[in-house]
């Protein structure tokens, strides 16, 4: 199974940056996709970024051209470096990945991160 442990969350101003790191451990053989959900108070918990372990990477149009996603697979970590912030931006951010658990394998399981604060002051 795969644990996956977010850090970088906090608080910032308008127009601020921060980045988030996403580590994974565990036993697997190999991690497939990547990325980073949010979700705001109220809300339903949805997509920002992924990327998969060839670099392709998908974006949120709510955050293109401000977030960029980012990998380091002999790390096992998914980064996200978040740009130009906006109150809007505020939620708890999830870690995800998806693994193969061991080779020869189709079968494929998820894993969730336990989520970190993102607070943007207006």
């Known amino acids: 199974q795969v644990q996956l442990v977010e850090s970088g969350g906090g608080l910032v101003q308008t127009g601020g940056s921060l980045r988030l790191s996403c580590a994974a451990s565990?036993?697997?053989?190999?991690?497939?996709?990547m990325g980073w959900y949010r979700q705001a108070p109220g809300n339903q918990r949805e997509l920002v970024t992924t990327i998969t372990s060839g670099g392709i990477t998908n974006y949120a149009d709510s955050v293109k051209g401000r977030f960029t996603i980012s990998r380091d697979n002999a790390k096992n970590t998914v980064y996200l470096q978040m740009n130009r912030l906006k109150p809007e931006d505020t939620a708890v951010y999830y870690c995800?990945?998806?693994?193969?658990?061991?080779?020869?394998?189709?079968?494929?399981?998820?894993?969730w991160g336990q989520g970190t604060l993102v607070t943007v002051s207006s």
């Open positions: 995800y990945a998806d693994f193969y658990p061991y080779s020869g394998t189709f079968n494929i399981l998820d894993a």
């Open positions: 565990g036993s697997f053989f190999s991690i497939n996709l």
